[in-house]
């Protein structure tokens, strides 16, 4: 079964915004994980978080996590055509190597 | 390192027949994950093997999906026999130990006509 729900299903926005996209998940998790995958292609890891943790950047990207509400929201800032990509939020419950459970997720469109 | 390998890339093939999907993991990794991805459903594991043993298989979706793992290097997926519902991009992805970060091969895309 899906853990996580991202929201929304689609963002389209114009070069230059930023863009924030959201997960929600239902059981206690280990640590976040946002995924990247261009059309065709497989997933590309972006960023972890752990339950310990509450923000996280890197590069142009910005995670938050809470765990009382069981929420991340992936912002992107300063958007580029090349970020048109489907994102993904995945949930590990465990630490080291089990499998992660993914969402549908977010499908952003990036206008030049 | 040429990250996780798949092959083949593209499949297509008729009801019944048997389908063999490969993967490579990354040279030091000891997981080796399986998914398969679908409009409907998402982004799925199959199956999981942690050195070269299988975990949990509980998302194999019948007995028709067989998985293996003969050393840390290679693993096979096979459907035998296939059905056109098994259309899907199947993904194999690998980790070490020392992260929880998945490195996701290119995919196979499997059409059952």
């Known amino acids: 079964s899906q853990q996580g729900e991202e929201d929304p299903q689609a963002l389209s926005i114009q070069e230059g915004e930023n863009a924030t996209m959201n997960c929600s998940y239902k059981?206690?998790?280990?640590?976040l994980q946002w995924y990247r995958q261009n059309s065709g292609r497989g997933l590309v890891h972006l960023i972890l978080i752990r339950s310990n943790e509450r923000e996280k950047h890197s590069g142009r990207l910005r995670v938050t996590l809470d765990t009382s509400k069981k929420s991340s929201s992936l912002l992107i800032t300063a958007s580029r055509a090349a970020d048109t990509a489907s994102y993904f939020c995945?949930?590990?419950?465990?630490?080291?190597?089990?499998?992660?459970?993914f969402g549908k997720g977010t499908r952003l469109s990036v206008i030049a | 390192d040429a990250g996780v390998i798949q092959s083949p890339r593209h499949e297509v093939t008729e009801m019944g027949q048997e389908v063999t999907l490969r993967c490579k993991p990354i040279?030091?990794?000891?997981?080796l994950f399986w998914y398969r991805q679908t409009m409907m459903r998402g982004l799925e594991l199959l199956i999981y093997f942690n050195n070269n043993v299988p975990i949990d298989d509980s998302g194999m979706p019948e007995d028709r999906f067989s998985a293996k793992m003969p050393n840390a290097s290679f693993s096979t997926l096979k459907i035998q026999p296939s059905e056109p519902r098994d259309s899907a991009v199947y993904f194999c992805?690998?980790?070490?130990?020392?992260?929880?970060?998945?490195?996701f091969g290119p995919g196979t895309r499997l059409t059952v006509l």
């Open positions: 040279s030091g990794h000891n997981s």
């Open positions: 059981t206690s998790i280990n640590n």
């Open positions: 992805a690998s980790s070490s130990g020392l992260k929880n970060e998945q490195f």
């Open positions: 995945a949930t590990g419950r465990n630490s080291g190597n089990t499998p992660l459970v």
